[in-house]
């Protein structure tokens, strides 16, 4: 008995010993999908690593922003990784707020990145995130309302093409709007949607010295374009509308086109909630034989800030998330369909991968056709393609969302709405001390 007693008391000092010797890094997270089934598989991780305890903060999209944003600029130490996007990056990069991720390890693979996912979450050639999942944006269309209409669409169509067939497609009678587009004020609804369009007119928030560019004609074109197509062929109450609004409108078949989010298709695609799901073709988002096309990028994206203690252990968390291992993970457990989409070049290669979604290929190109190094037609001094990648685009771009809005809206005239974004763009470029 005294020889049982003292193994159990040499077991539980060695446990405790042991628990002691863990590191326990704490993950700040967004609570979709993709994150909660992570969570789910990390049994996988501490296997592997059971020197490494996990806690998770897992947050609403919004609170998220907020909390990491107040947590990273104070040096608050909360978090050693933290869930962030395309357009903080570059930003806290260049702030020295984020580790470069240069220990992902030897089977890492960082090549097999995305080029363009991978270009916007780098600031001189080193990796500052590493992508969990990402997207672009597309057209999606009803094939049987564009076969009625007796059009085909082109892989890569023009906004012109665009106007012709939803000009065709419309049907009020029967409650089809020809083509759905987001209307909604903020700076990640209307203007991601509306940034990405105005970039394949040739225009630009600022020219290379920081002046803001509203006053100029390739900015009147986009706005114009627009809002004219939106009233011709869109549906009523289209200011009110953002990306779930016209996923409810697309899938009851309200909608003969609608351009937004890659990662929509898997929704429009599925019998279980699409009436339209056998219906569905795919298109790259449109041009105007400029070079640029009207699409976005972005990704969310796991980070290291700066003031962590822990370093290395959540360098080899982040290598694990981001993974062609973890891919393969969830492949096992949760079927090809459901791996998180956009980052890696192989998953697009990958024959059961290009089978369980069928919308793969025009993914993979949409993607690569956005640049946020290059993302205009005219050089400018920022990076990003819906957004500008500085601290102040988050306030002015939903304020020029609004006036945005509004015009569509019939509140304003277009004229009005690009004066008043001017104006304000060029008070905030001011106040920042980008321009005098």
């Known amino acids: 008995m005294k020889l049982r007693t003292l193994t159990l008391g040499l077991l539980s000092a060695s446990t405790l010993a042991f628990a002691a010797h863990a590191e ?3 993950i700040a997270t967004v609570n979709n999908g993709d994150m909660v089934r992570m969570q789910k598989l ?7 690593n059971p020197d490494i305890q996990l806690n998770w903060v897992t947050l609403e999209e919004n609170v998220l922003r907020e909390r990491v944003t107040t947590d990273i600029a104070t040096k608050g130490g909360q978090y050693d990784v933290m869930t962030i996007g395309t357009y903080e990056v570059p930003i806290w990069a260049k702030q020295s707020w984020l580790l470069p991720l240069d220990k992902l390890g030897d089977d890492y693979d960082a090549k097999d990145i995305i080029p363009a996912i991978a270009g916007g979450l780098s600031v001189d050639g080193k990796l500052y995130a590493a992508p969990f999942y990402g997207e672009s944006s597309f057209v999606m269309y009803r094939k049987d309302l564009m076969d009625k209409a007796g059009l085909k669409m082109p ?7 665009i106007k012709q067939a939803a000009d065709k497609m419309t049907d009020r009678a029967n409650g089809v709007n020809g083509v759905c587009l987001r209307g909604k004020a903020g700076w990640g609804e209307n203007m991601a949607f509306l940034t990405a369009m105005s970039n394949s007119f040739g225009a630009r928030w600022f020219d290379e010295n920081w002046k803001p560019q509203f ?4 900015w009147k074109n986009t706005l114009q374009f627009y809002v004219d197509l939106m009233k011709a062929d869109g549906p009523e109450g289209a200011s009110s509308n953002g990306f779930n609004e016209n996923l409810a409108l697309f899938q009851q078949g309200k909608c003969g086109m609608w351009i937004d989010a890659t990662v929509a298709a898997s929704f429009v695609s599925d019998p279980k909630n699409s009436t339209v799901a056998d219906k569905v073709g795919y298109a790259l988002a449109p041009d105007n034989g ?3 096309r009207g699409n976005w990028l972005w990704a ?8 962590t203690q822990k370093a290395d252990a959540a360098e080899k968390f982040v290598s694990w998330a981001t993974s062609k291992h973890y891919a393969e993970l969830v492949a096992s457990k949760e079927g090809w ?11 697009y290669a990958n024959a059961e991968y290009q089978k369980a979604a069928p919308f793969a290929k025009m993914t993979l190109d949409s993607i690569n056709a956005a640049d946020p190094t290059h993302p205009t037609v005219k050089p400018v001094p920022y990076v ?3 957004f500008v990648a500085i601290p102040e685009f988050q306030g002015l771009g939903t304020t020029v969302g609004q006036l945005f809005s509004a015009a569509l809206a019939g509140q304003s005239s277009v004229d009005d709405a690009l004066k008043q974004a001017q104006d304000a763009a060029t008070a905030a470029m001011t106040e920042g001390g980008y321009i005098k």
């Open 300 to 307: 969310w994206s796991l980070a290291i800030p700066a003031g």
């Open 155 to 161: 892989d890569a169509p023009t906004w012109d093409f």
């Open 290 to 292: 400029l070079g640029k």
């Open 24 to 26: 326990s890094i704490t």
């Open 384 to 386: 990003g393609v819906q």
């Open 42 to 48: 990390t049994e996988d991780f501490t296997k592997a």
């Open 337 to 347: 369909a459901n791996v998180p989409p956009g980052t890696r070049s192989s998953l």
């Open 215 to 218: 006053d100029q004609p390739e």
